[in-house]
């Protein structure tokens, strides 16, 4: 009998191997934990005085501000940066030359160029306000890169596709709108959220512009010496945050798979068991 499996079933001694390799894992990674705690507690970083701002309405809502603003900004560059790549994207696969190259030279020019020189760029020379400045420099940058994303995710449906719609009389535009995009968004979804997700990350650069944005928000208190210089609480307290909203994203995009998938366009339809019917005319039994 020919084996099916794409790698050999491990052996008693492979097992006991692996297992041993999973245990010293945990151990060092135990080790590891147990020498940042002592590090922690070594350096008096869970001392009251440095946790005591976080009971403070003050600084809880200078926090929730903060947060606020962040979520703002990374919407408004979330839309933009979605509509500048469909925008670019359809610029690279449109069959004129001059727009084609038009769009290349300035996804390539935007891609290429580091997202921080583009905000202090929008915010120091252009003299924008920091918010629009911030939001520029991650629009530009996001949706040059999404628009490779869409480009590739529509050249990656089968040909056939293409060019069984060109032949029931569709134009480019329906060709796009109805079958290209429909099929390529599915493949294209977990790169598009990991991009957002860089979004999200990229806010915390507003603070460089004096954006007040949640990172704003915890230098301002870890810069406090009335709270004993508390950076590791603060950081304690905001990486959950940024983990979490980054998490839920990815939680959000992978709901929006499955919602795809239960589509009733895309499910499948069950067919009632044939029944005795009617002959139609002139289908009557023959002799």
């Known amino acids: 009998m020919t084996s099916t499996a794409l790698y050999d079933i491990p052996g008693p001694l492979a097992r006991r191997r692996h297992l041993l390799y999973g245990v010293l894992s ?5 080790g590891i934990v147990a020498w940042a705690l002592y590090l922690l507690f070594d350096t ?7 946790w005591r701002p976080f009971e403070y309405k003050g600084i809880q809502e200078m926090l929730l501000r903060g947060l606020g603003n962040t979520l703002k900004a990374f919407a408004l560059a979330a839309v933009l940066s979605l509509a500048l790549g469909a925008v670019l994207a359809c610029g690279r696969l449109s069959v004129h030359r001059p727009l084609r190259w038009a769009a290349t030279l300035v996804v390539e020019f935007f891609r290429a160029m580091p997202v921080l020189v583009m905000i202090f760029f929008v915010f120091v020379a252009l003299k924008v306000q920091p918010l629009p400045a911030l939001v520029t420099g991650l629009t530009l940058y996001n949706g040059s890169v999404l628009a490779e994303v869409f480009r590739t995710g529509v050249n990656a449906v089968e040909r056939g596709q293409r060019e069984a719609a060109y032949s029931l009389g569709m134009r480019k535009t329906q ?8 099929q390529a968004l599915r493949a294209m979804l ?3 959220i990991s991009q957002l997700v860089v979004a999200l990350k990229d806010t915390s650069l507003g603070f460089l512009i004096t954006y007040e ?8 208190i870890a810069g406090n010496l009335d709270y004993d210089l508390p950076f590791i609480p603060v950081v304690m307290v905001i ?4 983990i979490g909203m980054c998490m839920l994203l990815s939680w959000f995009a992978n709901w929006v798979a499955q919602r795809q998938r239960r589509s009733l366009k895309t499910e499948a339809v069950e067919v009632a068991p044939p029944e005795p019917g009617t002959l139609m005319p002139g289908a009557g039994p023959h002799p």
């Open 175 to 182: 060709v796009m709108t109805y079958v290209l995009v429909p």
């Open 190 to 192: 977990p790169t598009i």
């Open 26 to 30: 945990t151990l060092v990674i135990l």
């Open 44 to 50: 008096q970083q869970f001392t009251a005085a440095k």
């Open 213 to 220: 944005e949640f990172l704003h928000a915890g230098k301002a």
């Open 239 to 242: 990486s959950p945050i940024y």
